[in-house]
């Protein structure tokens, strides 16, 4: 009894900061994202005689996973199981299962690498006890928030929303798809400036969020204009629209980020140096490009299929980068 999937990382317009539930990772507000086609994770789930996790590396190298990490892994599947009680399927996850994880994203450096991940466990599960209960989407939305908040919004393709949903129940927060990966082709060409582990993961940050004095503006700015704004310009294919409302509410972020207690930074020198470049490039050439960060220093650069061209030619100029080019994509899929 094993089941196979895929999944890939998603890029928020509309950015996941802050809980109402640490534990559930219940949202304060909604976010928004576009799901990307690549890098991918794959991972096979199957009952076994005890639980256990190994994780393997693009070049196929295995990855040592630290004590929390397997944990974490153990939680969530605790938490699976008590989402699908709530469903009655007390008995449809098994007792033991073995988790074997295959990644092609550098962990940890604002590459939603755990949104990947944890959407992918979900539609595996989903796989796994589909002869005992056929989940929805938005179900197995639900199970991928239960490892990753962002995790939620991979299972759909295209464009996607986590909604704040409200309660505090296992299921009260879930993703629902805006548009599909064929309504609007937009590249997502990212720029990694450093490939060290950011010293406070993102799960960490969350809880911090409500520290800073400027967290409870975003959350009223989010539910009042952001996020209703975001998804009319995905609908209405507004990249101007869209620019604009995807770098404020970025630099919010990261402004919330920096005034918490303690501070965080994840943005370095060379983010600044690439966003301050792409802001001139856009003012000369006048190229429909945006910049987003999320919990790292990577930036991403998404522009429509007419710019990849010249924001290619940009990302390959800047020194000291790695560089994933990335379209819309499908979502998680059973395989």
């Known amino acids: 009894m094993q089941a196979k999937a895929h999944s890939t990382p998603n890029i928020a317009f509309i950015k996941y900061w802050g809980n109402r539930s640490e534990e559930l990772r219940l949202p304060q507000a909604a976010s928004l994202s576009m799901t990307l086609d690549r890098p ?3 991972i096979v789930i199957q009952e076994a005689d005890a639980f256990s996790v190994r994780s393997f590396l693009a070049d196929g190298g295995e990855k040592a996973l630290r004590e929390k990490d397997i944990e974490r892994f153990r939680k969530v599947l605790s938490l699976m199981r008590r989402y699908l009680e709530t469903l009655h399927a007390k008995d449809a996850l098994p007792e033991h299962s073995a988790i074997t994880v295959r990644s092609h994203i550098p962990p940890a450096i604002g590459l939603a690498s755990s949104a990947a991940v944890f959407s992918c466990l979900a539609k595996a599960v989903a796989g796994l006890v589909a002869e005992k209960i056929t989940l929805t989407d938005m179900q197995t939305s639900i199970l991928a928030r239960l490892g990753s908040g962002s995790a939620a919004r991979s299972i759909f393709g295209g464009f996607s929303t986590l909604e704040e949903g409200s309660g505090m129940e296992l299921g009260s927060s879930w993703s629902e798809q805006i548009a599909d990966e064929r309504h609007w082709l937009l590249h997502d060409i990212v720029l990694i400036p ?7 993961g993102s799960t ?3 809880a911090l969020a409500s520290t800073s004095p400027f967290y409870a503006t975003r959350i ?3 539910r009042s204009r952001r996020q209703q704004e975001c998804i009319d310009a995905i609908r209405m294919k507004d990249f101007e629209k869209l620019q604009n409302v995807t770098e404020e509410d970025c630099l919010d972020m990261h402004h919330v980020m920096e005034t918490s207690s303690p501070s965080l930074h994840y943005l370095n020198e060379d983010t600044h140096r690439i966003v301050n470049a792409i802001k001139g490039l856009r003012s000369k050439e006048h190229i429909p490009v945006l910049f987003t960060m999320d919990a790292g220093p990577t930036v991403h650069l998404v522009c ?3 710019a990849k061209d010249a924001v290619l030619s940009f990302a390959n100029a800047q020194k000291g980068c790695t560089i994933f080019k990335a379209k819309v994509g499908p979502g998680a899929k059973i395989i």
């Open 40 to 42: 991918t994770v794959e």
């Open 304 to 306: 429509p299929d007419e």
């Open 220 to 222: 009223e700015t989010i």
């Open 204 to 206: 960490e940050g969350h």
């Open 194 to 200: 450093a490939l060290e582990e950011k010293k406070v």
